[in-house]
């Protein structure tokens, strides 16, 4: 696989100008302001110029972000075209991935073809033994997560497997709470087979034996975090086995999360006495009142 | 006090205390940029060394260490603020709170896709469904938040009006580009100056409070003097 590292190259540039003193003030200017005062059509044509067949790949991201910055809709429309047809490099397929996540449309036609194509790609690359690849599988499923609908969020239940040998299982968690934030469930509108993983994940990397701070107690964590938001009656269970470890830091994050998704759902009109509100409230107030460090 | 301006002679530190970059290694002591220690080490002022900070780019865990250069990943110490009582609690917390964010960032290579100076932590959503895609930091944003979010320390009151900045010390905080209005606009910067912001002076100033006091009151800084530390 061609390696995007030297993709990174403008980054590098403003990052080290930021180490001396100034917040990379060239390649800023060229990607906005430059950008914002370009015709978009030049934009597009410059673009066009660049994805010819010996292009440079950073070149050509530097004209997406200029089309980015100058319209929005034409560059998303761009990046979907292009992820969708015969994409000439691996590395630019991964470019493509990142600045999918990064545009925004409303267009529901770009949209559903995205989200089907982002599918497909996450789905292909779990299975690349490049370590490259994981930070752009992440960001798909971030995307593809932000653009699903309630009757397409069990989707998400394959990426809830054991890597193959990509790990997408914490950003998958993740994904899940944002979706529930921003759709509060219904009980008719959570799928069972999501739940049930969630659940045994929670059950699995909860566990005293083998709990240590990072990535898999994250995971832990972000599963009992998923089933509060999505309403299931299981996060007791999770509550217990949280209050069982005798960890306070467990403790005091997993109430930071529930906390935080309660203002969310107030913030958008979810009421108190609504049962998935009722079942974070009544958890939360279990995680708050126990004895820091005790085992319940 | 816990922390201060580093020596020359070498200061054993524990990972995750706070360093601090000044704009220029002189008396002001200005303050530009906060991070995350990685590992205990032995530091002197003006040693870089190894950190977790939004440079930008993100630095926070593996992932995002491997996108970034190796230079990127550290910083430049010329100042210090930790708690010395941090728990090994709390420290499992932090880690925690890196490697979630270390999943949820995005590896653009563009430093504003990372990076945003108000508010200094903002959740980037999607334009239809509101849900949220991926979070950008301020390099105070991404500090505070691995203390609040993993040891449930909250360093500075963000719901309370900060000091006016004006355009002089954000260009002092924040280099040349932030004298053009389209660029400060990126960074969350709107309007005429001053501007109620964060500086990264702030969090030191914090630290540098009893950890009593750290623990029960987050700091409101009285002054824009407050981006420099020590003061004078």
New interface residues.
């Given amino acids: 696989m061609e390696t995007i590292?030297p993709?990174?190259?403008?980054?590098?540039h403003?990052?080290?100008?930021?180490?001396a003193?100034?917040?990379?003030?060239d390649?800023?200017?060229e990607?906005?302001?430059a950008a914002?005062e370009l015709p978009a059509s030049a934009a597009r044509d410059t673009l066009a110029a660049l994805l010819r067949p010996a292009a440079n790949p950073a070149s050509c991201?530097s004209a997406l972000?200029s089309l980015m910055a100058s319209d929005e809709h034409k560059a998303a429309e761009f990046i979907v075209d292009q992820l969708c047809g015969e994409v000439p490099s691996s590395a630019w397929r991964n470019?493509l991935v990142?600045?999918a996540?990064?545009a925004?449309?409303?267009d529901e036609t770009l949209?559903r073809r995205l989200k089907q194509r982002l599918l497909e790609i996450t789905a292909s690359l779990q299975e690349s033994a490049e370590?490259?690849v994981?930070?752009?599988v992440?960001?798909a499923i971030?995307?593809y997560?932000?653009?699903?609908?309630p009757s397409e969020v069990e989707t998400l239940t394959r990426f809830l497997d054991p890597p193959r040998p990509v790990e997408t299982r914490?950003?998958t968690l993740?994904?899940i709470v944002?979706?529930y934030?921003?759709?509060p469930p219904q009980d008719a509108s959570v799928p069972g087979a999501l739940a049930d993983r969630i659940a045994e994940l929670a059950q699995k990397f909860l566990d005293r034996d083998w709990l240590?701070?990072?990535?898999k107690?994250?995971i832990g964590?972000?599963a009992a975090h998923a089933l509060a938001a999505m309403g299931d009656a299981r996060v007791a269970e999770c509550v217990e086995r949280v209050l069982s470890l005798g960890?306070?830091?467990v403790v005091?994050?997993l109430a930071?999360k529930l906390e935080s998704t309660l203002r969310i759902w107030q913030f958008k009109g979810v009421e108190d006495s609504d049962p998935p509100a009722q079942r974070i409230c009544a958890q939360l107030r279990r995680l708050i009142q126990a004895p820091a460090?005790n085992p319940s | 006090m816990p922390g201060g301006r580093l020596e020359a002679e070498a200061t054993t530190l524990r990972r995750f205390s706070v360093v601090a970059e000044y704009a220029e290694p002189d008396d002001r002591c200005f303050v530009r940029h906060v991070a995350l220690l990685r590992d205990d080490c032995r530091l002197q002022c003006g040693s870089d060394v190894e950190v977790w900070h939004v440079c930008p780019p993100v630095v926070a865990g593996e992932r995002t260490g491997r996108a970034a250069p190796r230079d990127l990943q550290q910083c430049c110490a010329h100042a210090v603020g930790f708690l010395d009582d941090l728990t090994l609690d709390e420290l499992a917390g932090i880690a925690i709170t890196l490697a979630e964010i270390d999943d949820q960032t995005q590896p653009l290579d563009s430093p504003l896709k990372q990076y945003v100076v108000h508010p200094p932590v903002e959740w980037v959503t999607d334009c239809v469904t509101g849900t949220k895609r991926f979070r950008r930091f301020s390099c105070v944003g991404f500090v505070h938040e691995c203390y609040d979010a993993g040891a449930g320390i909250r360093l500075l009151n963000l719901s309370e009006d900060m000091p006016q900045v004006d355009l002089t010390t954000l260009g002092a905080a924040y280099g040349e580009p932030v004298h053009r209005e389209r660029i400060r606009e990126q960074l969350g910067i709107v309007g005429k100056p001053p501007w109620s912001l964060v500086l990264p002076g702030y969090l030191m100033h914090s630290l540098s409070r009893s950890s009593t006091e750290i623990r029960k009151v987050p700091h409101v800084p009285s002054s824009v003097g407050e981006a420099a530390f020590p003061l004078h």
């Fill in positions: 590292a993709l990174f190259g403008d980054l590098t403003a990052a080290m100008e930021r180490r003193g100034k917040l990379g003030e390649s800023i200017e990607q906005i302001s914002k991201c972000q470019q990142l600045f996540e990064v925004q449309t409303s949209r370590a490259e994981r930070p752009v992440c960001s971030r995307t997560a932000s653009l699903i609908s914490l950003v993740q994904s944002h979706f934030e921003a759709h240590v701070a990072g990535e107690a994250a964590q972000s960890m306070p830091w005091r994050q930071r460090g």
